[in-house]
């Protein structure tokens, strides 16, 4: 636990290091800021989305330690020498997409595009995990991210397709 | 502890955080001094503590319980009530222990909780206590825990020979809180009569609700149809659900004799299977 109070100040402050997306970044953060906003503001990394700040859309879902979580469900402070992986972090290099962002492409699996960076997080793990889902399987794993525009249907055909070009 | 001892009740204790969170977000929870209890690993993981129990720490995270065998085996209850507990991502941070002194009356832990007959262990800077999990709610988000204690393990019986359990709850979409949630458990002889029967059920009133009077009514005897029916009827007097734009008070009651009768009918297959 974090002691390191100022006297007179409401918040405290703490250094944080932690390794996003493979770089390492060392700032100080108040004890309050979430950690949604410390990669949106902070680091500059804005694919993270925040949608509705209390754990019910997934807009904003990271990998944490290698497992999704909501970022706007922890403290900055908290991911203190962990490692988070966002959505900037999920294709090789600038020009080209992940094989589950291109299925996305593929299938139409967006329109606002809005909750796409949760959904791909929580669908590298989970397709990570589960090389060889049925649909069943990829809804459950959706559950916990919201979309308004796509009806899921197209991103449940992106997932099959994504998992299948996984599998090579 | 010496925080918690010093601070009292402006202090809180951050678990998963999956639940205090968002009341931190909205403003509704103000706390001033947030004590981060994630480092401490050694309260997590379940250990067998007897022959017929098993200690889970309060840092133990659902997504642990999930990956587990351990958890079907000795707490099938458990295990089908995991599924139901909000998203996976929120199962990959939140805690039981979290969400037991959360004491959220909606949430599906605590009525498992009161359905297993747990016990709870607090422990403060001035020593520790166990707590019947009939005890540890008092009101909604209120728990037994005094201003200087933390929850720090739960106690949970594991499954008898000869005994079921089912979970089943009603919500408007996956992973939303329960308009009415059953836990229940039976155990049978080896006539087949009830040697056990306990129904706990959340979203039924400001507490997680232990439905004594309806377990009760099935021991001793042959649980069939006009038994189920009857502990039913005895479940929807039992509780006092509160409404909301969700669910009538009337049609929650509705679902919690439906509900019941649906899970006491499966516990006892399972029980007698």
């Given at each position: 636990m974090s002691t390191d109070s100022q006297s007179g100040s409401e918040t405290d402050?703490h ?16 004890s309050r ?41 922890m403290l900055?402070a908290q ?90 | 502890m010496a925080l918690k001892a010093e601070y009292g009740d402006e202090a809180r204790f951050l678990a998963g955080g999956q639940s205090l969170l968002p009341t931190m977000?909205?403003r509704l929870t103000q706390t001033a001094v947030l004590i981060d209890i994630n480092p401490l690993t050694g309260l997590s993981g379940?250990k067998?503590s ?5 200690h889970v720490g309060a840092l133990t995270r ?31 941070r939140g805690t039981i222990g979290g969400n037991l002194a959360h004491a959220d009356p909606?949430s599906?832990m605590p009525?498992?909780a009161v359905?297993?007959?747990a016990r709870l262990r607090a422990q403060s800077k001035r020593g520790e206590r166990w707590i019947a999990a009939s005890e540890f709610f008092s009101g909604a988000l209120v728990t037994a825990l005094q201003a200087d204690e933390m929850l720090v393990e739960v106690e949970l ?49 400001e507490t997680p ?65």
């Amino acid at each position: 636990m974090s002691t390191d109070s100022q006297s007179g100040s409401e918040t405290d402050d703490h250094t944080v290091t932690v390794t996003v997306n493979g770089t390492a970044y060392r700032r100080t953060v108040e004890s309050r800021l979430l950690l949604s906003d410390f990669l949106r503001h902070d680091l500059l990394l804005a694919g993270t989305h925040v949608g509705c700040e209390h754990g019910v859309c997934g807009a904003c879902t990271v990998i944490f330690d290698g497992v999704a979580v909501r970022s706007c469900l922890m403290l900055a402070a908290q991911a203190d020498g962990h490692a988070v992986m966002t959505v900037e972090g999920l294709a090789g290099d600038r020009n080209h997409l992940h094989p589950i962002q291109e299925a996305m492409r593929d299938c139409h699996g967006l329109q606002c595009g809005y909750c796409t960076p949760g959904i791909l997080m929580t669908m590298k793990v989970f397709l990570d995990e589960t090389p060889a889902p049925d649909e069943a399987q990829i809804r459950e794993a959706l559950s916990g991210n919201l979309c308004r525009c796509t009806g899921y249907q197209h991103i449940v055909d992106a997932m099959l397709l994504a998992a299948e070009r996984l599998r090579g | 502890m010496a925080l918690k001892a010093e601070y009292g009740d402006e202090a809180r204790f951050l678990a998963g955080g999956q639940s205090l969170l968002p009341t931190m977000n909205f403003r509704l929870t103000q706390t001033a001094v947030l004590i981060d209890i994630n480092p401490l690993t050694g309260l997590s993981g379940m250990k067998k503590s007897g022959p017929e129990s098993v200690h889970v720490g309060a840092l133990t995270r659902y997504c642990a319980l999930e990956r587990d065998p351990a958890t079907a085996r000795d707490f099938p209850l458990i295990a089908e009530a995991l599924p139901h507990i909000a998203h996976p991502q929120i199962r990959n941070r939140g805690t039981i222990g979290g969400n037991l002194a959360h004491a959220d009356p909606a949430s599906e832990m605590p009525a498992i909780a009161v359905a297993l007959a747990a016990r709870l262990r607090a422990q403060s800077k001035r020593g520790e206590r166990w707590i019947a999990a009939s005890e540890f709610f008092s009101g909604a988000l209120v728990t037994a825990l005094q201003a200087d204690e933390m929850l720090v393990e739960v106690e949970l019986p594991v499954a008898k020979p000869r005994s079921g359990a089912c979970f089943m709850e009603v919500a408007r979409r996956r992973g939303d809180f329960a308009l009415i949630g059953v836990a229940c458990t039976v155990q049978v002889d080896d006539d087949g009569r009830c040697a056990e029967a306990r129904i706990g059920l959340c979203n039924a009133g400001e507490t997680p609700v232990l439905a004594e009077d309806a377990g009760a009514s099935l021991f001793g005897r042959l649980i069939g149809p006009a038994e189920i029916d009857q502990a039913g009827d005895l479940v929807q007097r039992a509780i006092d659900p509160g409404g909301s734009i969700h669910a009538s008070k009337e049609f929650q009651r509705h679902l919690a004799g439906v509900l019941t009768k649906r899970a006491l009918a499966e516990a006892n297959k399972r029980a007698s299977a």
